[in-house]
């Protein structure tokens, strides 16, 4: 994939005028964190932790050791840079009986309709607000994440 270019823009692009912040995470940093969140999975086999908030971004670190239920962000869009491990990724189409978890926030344990796309370590992928996604992983396997959540 080479939408690197495509990440730095929006992220430039992402922080309102008038604040500024910087930081910075390692490649090494970043695929360590596989090993330090894979002891905090929780019941539906994830561990995240958050690293900075910026104006209207938010950077976490996610770990996952199974599928994940499909998620729908209204006002969220998500930018993730796959570290380590791989899955495939089921975006777009509609929640199958989607139940709202928090304001803006809609979770169900399927999408109808979706497409697919295969994720694996230096892939860089944007899920708009308002896009369905989900993760799915082969039993035994895991993926680890850098997620920048953009609020619009």
């Known amino acids: 994939m080479k939408t690197i270019p495509l990440l730095l823009l929006t992220a430039a692009f992402a922080l309102p005028a008038g604040e500024s912040g910087f930081h910075a995470w390692s490649a090494a940093e970043l695929k360590g964190f596989s090993k330090s969140l894979a002891p905090k999975v929780n019941a ?4 995240t932790q958050p690293l900075a908030a910026v104006g209207n971004y938010n950077f976490l670190i996610a770990h996952r050791e199974g599928s994940g239920e499909a998620e729908y962000h209204e006002t969220q869009a ?15 189409g509609e929640l199958v009986d989607g139940r709202t978890t928090q304001p803006h926030e809609m979770r ?14 230096g892939d860089v992928v944007t899920i708009p607000a308002r896009m369905p996604h989900q993760m799915k992983l082969e039993p035994g396997k895991e993926i680890t994440y850098f997620t920048v959540k953009v609020t619009q």
């Open 108 to 121: 169900a344990a399927a999408i109808r309709g979706g497409m697919e796309q295969k994720l694996a370590p």
């Open 78 to 92: 998500d930018i993730m840079v796959i570290e380590t491990g791989g899955a495939t990724l089921i975006y777009g």
């Open 44 to 47: 539906q086999k994830i561990a």
